[in-house]
């Protein structure tokens, strides 16, 4: 998945929006690490997670990665060009949305 099938920090779960998505992950040619920045008070967070996002904007997985991002309910990495609190945001606007 996201990434390598086997790496971290995209698990390999099958999902209702397939697999195929992630054999064309730019992530997978990429350090799973770098998807997952140490804490926000860490001085280089801001910089790793941005450079995380350089790969997530070129990915032609984006879309589905989001997509199972924000089902499975990550809390630690950029996926889909996005990080936990962004997926979070999301997910308040989708909630409301519905309601
Ligand atoms: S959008 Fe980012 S995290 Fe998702 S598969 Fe692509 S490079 Fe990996």
Redesign the pocket.
């Known amino acids: 998945m996201?990434?390598a099938r086997n790496a971290r920090p995209?698990p390999t779960l099958e999902t209702d929006h397939g697999d195929d998505w992630r054999d064309e992950?730019?992530?997978l040619r990429a350090d799973p690490e770098l998807?997952v920045p140490p804490g926000s008070s860490w001085q280089g967070h801001e910089y790793q997670e941005a450079a995380a996002k350089a790969?997530?904007a070129l990915?032609p997985?984006?879309a589905p990665?989001l997509a199972w991002a924000l089902e499975v309910g990550d809390e630690w990495a950029?996926?889909?060009?996005t990080n936990p609190n962004e997926r979070r945001a999301i997910k308040r606007k989708e909630a409301r949305a519905s309601a």
């Open positions: 996201i990434h995209h992950a730019r992530c998807f790969y997530c990915c997985s984006v990665c950029v996926l889909g060009d």
